[in-house]
């Protein structure tokens, strides 16, 4: 039996589940969106094995990603967060994290779901949605950050030609 063609970043078992069961795929639930944009700006000056493996410690440590949760957390989840060896203990990034939920809550208000406005950019640029995050008060948000999380949810189709990943998930 021959091994599949896949992109050739995945290189440990995890990595390769990930991108055989999840990059690529369209994201529509709110919390999983918000989960993605959470990991990816995590990711920021890592490697992106790092954060996966820590994938299950972030969902622990930031209520599986309950967006009115994680809104509410004040200085003492902070201070749990920055003692939390399971996630990086970056204060700007826990801070992002924080603030980004409540930003998530405002966008839902306007657009009816988180998943709306941001599928509302797909087909435009990196460029165009880190812009209007970051004007939003996003943070952790930048060009490089957002075209990964654009990747990982499925707006774009960054699979190799070879992938067998690419032809399945198509356009």
């Known amino acids: 039996m021959s091994e599949k063609q896949r992109c050739k970043w995945p290189s440990n078992p995890l ?9 690529g795929v369209p994201v529509h639930d709110d919390r999983k969106l918000f989960e993605c944009l959470t990991l990816e700006g995590a990711q920021a000056g890592l490697s992106w094995d790092t954060i996966l493996a820590k994938r299950d410690n972030y969902r622990r440590a930031f209520a599986r990603f309950d967006l009115k949760k994680v809104a509410a957390y004040g200085a003492r989840e902070r201070r749990r967060l920055l003692a939390d060896a399971g996630i990086v203990r970056h204060s700007g990034k826990i801070d992002a994290t924080i603030e980004n939920a409540r930003r998530v809550l405002e966008l839902r208000k306007e657009f009816g779901s988180f ?15 880190s812009r209007d995050l ?9 060009p490089t950050t957002v075209y ?14 070879s992938c067998f990943r690419r032809h399945q998930l198509g356009k």
């Open 134 to 142: 970051r004007r939003r008060g996003f943070r952790f948000v930048g």
């Open 15 to 23: 990595a390769i589940a990930y991108h055989d069961e999840e990059w």
């Open 148 to 161: 990964a999380f654009m990747q990982a949810v499925g707006m774009v189709n960054d699979h190799e030609e």
């Open 115 to 129: 998943s709306k406005y941001i599928w509302s950019f797909a087909g435009r640029d990196a460029e165009a949605l």
